[in-house]
Nanobody
Framework: QLQAFGGGSVQAGGSLRLSCVAS????????LGWFRQAPGKEREFVGV????????IVADSLKGRFTISRDITKTTVYLQMNNLKPEDTALYYC???????????????????WGQGTLVTVSS
């Protein structure tokens, strides 16, 4: 069971940090992805972190503003979002996969487990 939280309403230029925690499981061997979905749009890849080793991939369009990290002691993955823009407004999801190959990590259907989503609203 995954749970994402930390969303909220911020003004453009602000920052938020989202968290994704697991209950009843470990992230060992998993890749933890962040996706977002704005109203009327398809789910979009934000980034992913490999739990073992901490390697991250962030969508090109978000590099420089979004970073992903993890805290092994808390079994928590974070999405730090800086310099937020109105177009970042979306429902943000965390997801986990133990099976997806590297080339498929940006595809939401590659992930077996999903959290419920947390809403981020950025006003201009």
């Amino acid at each position: 069971q995954l749970q994402a939280f930390g969303g909220g309403s911020v003004q453009a230029g602000g920052s938020l940090r989202l968290s994704c925690v697991a209950s009843g499981r470990t992230f060992n061997g998993c890749k933890l992805g962040w996706f977002r979905q704005a109203p009327g749009k398809e789910r979009e890849f934000v980034g992913v972190i490999k739990w073992n080793g901490g390697t991250t991939i962030v969508a090109d369009s978000l590099k420089g503003r979004f970073t992903i990290s993890r805290d092994i002691t808390k079994t928590t993955v974070y999405l730090q979002m800086n310099n937020l823009k109105p177009e970042d407004t979306a429902l943000y999801y965390c997801a986990a996969t133990a099976r997806a190959i590297h080339s498929m990590l940006g595809v939401h259907s590659s992930y077996e487990h999903w959290g419920q989503g947390t809403l981020v609203t950025v006003s201009s």
